[in-house]
Protein backbone atom coordinates (compact mmCIF):
# COMPACT_ATOMS: atom_id res chain seq x y z
CA UNK A 1 0.00 0.00 0.00
CA UNK A 2 1.54 3.62 -0.96
CA UNK A 3 1.22 5.70 1.90
CA UNK A 4 3.73 8.17 1.34
CA UNK A 5 6.38 8.61 -1.53
CA UNK A 6 9.30 6.82 0.36
CA UNK A 7 6.56 3.89 1.04
CA UNK A 8 7.39 3.07 5.06
CA UNK A 9 5.74 0.19 6.67
CA UNK A 10 3.15 0.71 9.10
CA UNK A 11 4.05 0.43 12.88
CA UNK A 12 2.09 -1.71 15.40
CA UNK A 13 -1.04 1.02 17.09
CA UNK A 14 0.90 2.93 19.23
CA UNK A 15 -0.69 1.49 22.51
CA UNK A 16 1.30 -1.71 21.77
CA UNK A 17 4.63 0.09 20.04
CA UNK A 18 5.83 2.17 22.42
CA UNK A 19 7.03 6.14 22.86
CA UNK A 20 9.12 5.67 19.70
CA UNK A 21 6.12 5.64 17.02
CA UNK A 22 4.22 7.31 19.38
CA UNK A 23 3.03 10.09 16.85
CA UNK A 24 2.03 7.52 13.99
CA UNK A 25 0.66 10.65 11.83
CA UNK A 26 4.18 11.73 11.61
CA UNK A 27 4.33 8.31 9.29
CA UNK A 28 1.70 9.81 6.94
CA UNK A 29 2.99 12.80 4.35
CA UNK A 30 2.23 16.03 4.74
CA UNK A 31 -0.38 18.89 3.10
CA UNK A 32 2.14 20.01 0.62
CA UNK A 33 2.70 16.61 -0.21
CA UNK A 34 -1.07 16.08 -0.93
CA UNK A 35 -1.20 18.90 -3.14
CA UNK A 36 2.37 17.38 -4.93
CA UNK A 37 0.16 14.15 -5.05
CA UNK A 38 -2.70 15.96 -6.80
CA UNK A 39 -0.58 17.94 -9.15
CA UNK A 40 1.07 14.88 -9.87
CA UNK A 41 -2.04 13.04 -11.00
CA UNK A 42 -3.78 15.73 -12.67
CA UNK A 43 -2.46 15.08 -16.41
CA UNK A 44 -3.96 11.72 -15.84
CA UNK A 45 -7.73 12.22 -14.92
CA UNK A 46 -8.97 12.37 -17.90
CA UNK A 47 -7.95 8.67 -18.65
CA UNK A 48 -8.04 7.31 -14.94
CA UNK A 49 -10.05 9.09 -12.84
CA UNK A 50 -9.50 9.70 -9.40
CA UNK A 51 -11.19 11.78 -6.51
CA UNK A 52 -9.73 13.59 -3.37
CA UNK A 53 -11.73 12.32 0.25
CA UNK A 54 -10.94 14.90 2.95
CA UNK A 55 -11.93 12.92 6.23
CA UNK A 56 -12.39 14.87 9.51
CA UNK A 57 -12.47 13.82 13.07
CA UNK A 58 -15.41 15.32 15.19
CA UNK A 59 -15.24 15.01 19.11
CA UNK A 60 -19.21 15.20 20.93
CA UNK A 61 -16.37 17.09 23.70
CA UNK A 62 -15.30 19.64 21.17
CA UNK A 63 -11.65 18.80 22.74
CA UNK A 64 -8.96 20.10 21.02
CA UNK A 65 -6.62 19.21 20.20
CA UNK A 66 -7.55 15.68 19.38
CA UNK A 67 -5.37 13.53 21.76
CA UNK A 68 -2.49 11.55 19.90
CA UNK A 69 -3.51 8.77 20.96
CA UNK A 70 -7.03 9.14 18.75
CA UNK A 71 -5.09 9.88 15.57
CA UNK A 72 -2.58 7.25 16.09
CA UNK A 73 -5.87 4.84 16.32
CA UNK A 74 -7.85 6.93 13.00
CA UNK A 75 -4.27 7.20 11.00
CA UNK A 76 -3.67 3.41 11.74
CA UNK A 77 -7.43 2.41 10.48
CA UNK A 78 -6.77 4.26 7.53
CA UNK A 79 -3.91 2.66 6.46
CA UNK A 80 -5.30 -0.72 6.61
CA UNK A 81 -8.34 0.30 5.15
CA UNK A 82 -6.71 2.08 1.80
CA UNK A 83 -6.02 -0.01 -1.10
CA UNK A 84 -2.85 0.17 -2.45
CA UNK A 85 -2.99 2.30 -5.42
CA UNK A 86 -4.51 4.65 -2.87
CA UNK A 87 -2.87 7.49 -0.79
CA UNK A 88 -3.02 8.86 2.16
CA UNK A 89 -1.86 11.76 3.52
CA UNK A 90 -2.28 14.07 7.22
CA UNK A 91 -3.73 17.23 5.72
CA UNK A 92 -4.33 19.32 8.91
CA UNK A 93 -5.59 19.11 12.38
CA UNK A 94 -7.64 15.97 13.21
CA UNK A 95 -8.08 15.80 8.91
CA UNK A 96 -6.36 12.88 6.59
CA UNK A 97 -6.75 13.78 2.54
CA UNK A 98 -7.08 9.98 0.46
CA UNK A 99 -6.37 10.30 -3.37
CA UNK A 100 -8.56 7.51 -4.55
CA UNK A 101 -8.25 5.74 -7.85
CA UNK A 102 -11.94 5.57 -9.29
CA UNK A 103 -15.00 8.22 -10.03
CA UNK A 104 -16.31 10.32 -7.27
CA UNK A 105 -18.91 7.35 -6.78
CA UNK A 106 -16.55 4.95 -5.84
CA UNK A 107 -15.26 7.52 -3.56
CA UNK A 108 -18.58 8.30 -1.86
CA UNK A 109 -18.91 4.75 -1.11
CA UNK A 110 -15.19 4.36 0.55
CA UNK A 111 -15.48 7.58 2.40
CA UNK A 112 -19.03 5.89 3.40
CA UNK A 113 -17.60 2.93 4.97
CA UNK A 114 -14.55 4.96 6.42
CA UNK A 115 -16.96 7.28 8.67
CA UNK A 116 -18.43 4.05 9.89
CA UNK A 117 -15.08 2.48 10.97
CA UNK A 118 -14.09 5.41 12.62
CA UNK A 119 -17.42 5.74 14.56
CA UNK A 120 -16.83 2.16 15.11
CA UNK A 121 -13.49 2.03 16.49
CA UNK A 122 -15.10 2.31 20.06
CA UNK A 123 -13.62 5.99 21.64
CA UNK A 124 -15.97 7.49 23.25
CA UNK A 125 -17.42 10.71 21.37
CA UNK A 126 -15.67 10.32 18.11
CA UNK A 127 -16.83 10.43 14.69
CA UNK A 128 -15.94 11.43 11.34
CA UNK A 129 -17.48 13.32 8.08
CA UNK A 130 -16.28 13.74 4.83
CA UNK A 131 -15.80 15.59 1.84
CA UNK A 132 -15.24 14.65 -1.76
CA UNK A 133 -14.18 16.43 -4.85
CA UNK A 134 -12.75 15.05 -8.13
CA UNK A 135 -9.57 15.46 -9.40
CA UNK A 136 -10.13 17.29 -12.72
CA UNK A 137 -7.54 17.94 -14.69
CA UNK A 138 -8.83 21.09 -15.81
CA UNK A 139 -8.16 22.49 -11.69
CA UNK A 140 -5.37 23.13 -9.98
CA UNK A 141 -4.32 21.34 -7.25
CA UNK A 142 -4.97 23.53 -4.72
CA UNK A 143 -8.68 23.77 -6.21
CA UNK A 144 -9.54 20.06 -6.08
CA UNK A 145 -8.18 20.32 -2.04
CA UNK A 146 -10.42 23.40 -1.32
CA UNK A 147 -13.46 21.51 -2.52
CA UNK A 148 -12.86 19.04 -0.76
CA UNK A 149 -12.12 20.73 2.04
CA UNK A 150 -15.22 22.78 1.88
CA UNK A 151 -17.30 20.26 1.07
CA UNK A 152 -15.93 18.47 4.39
CA UNK A 153 -16.55 21.70 6.36
CA UNK A 154 -20.39 21.56 5.03
CA UNK A 155 -20.33 17.45 5.81
CA UNK A 156 -19.28 18.73 9.59
CA UNK A 157 -21.83 21.18 9.69
CA UNK A 158 -24.29 18.54 8.88
CA UNK A 159 -23.10 15.67 11.84
CA UNK A 160 -21.51 12.95 12.18
CA UNK A 161 -21.13 10.12 9.40
CA UNK A 162 -22.01 12.85 6.76
CA UNK A 163 -20.51 12.54 3.22
CA UNK A 164 -21.00 15.17 0.81
CA UNK A 165 -19.28 15.85 -2.65
CA UNK A 166 -18.82 18.94 -4.36
CA UNK A 167 -21.12 20.04 -7.03
CA UNK A 168 -21.06 22.95 -9.00
CA UNK A 169 -23.56 25.22 -8.38
CA UNK A 170 -26.32 25.16 -10.79
Known amino acids: MTIASQNPPLPAPAAAAGPAVADVT ?14 AQLPEAAERPASLIALGLL ?23 VRGDDWLAFSGPAEFG ?3 AGP ?7 ASRLVVAV ?10 AAGIAPVDPAL ?10 LSLTAARRVGAG ?3 RYREPA
Not at 121 to 128: M, V
Open 26 to 39: ALLPSREALLGQLA
Open 59 to 81: RRDDGWPAPQSTLAQVTTLLARS
Open 98 to 100: IVL
Open 104 to 110: PSAAHAA
Open 119 to 128: ADQGIPGLWA
Open 140 to 149: SAGEVFRRAT
Open 162 to 164: TVI
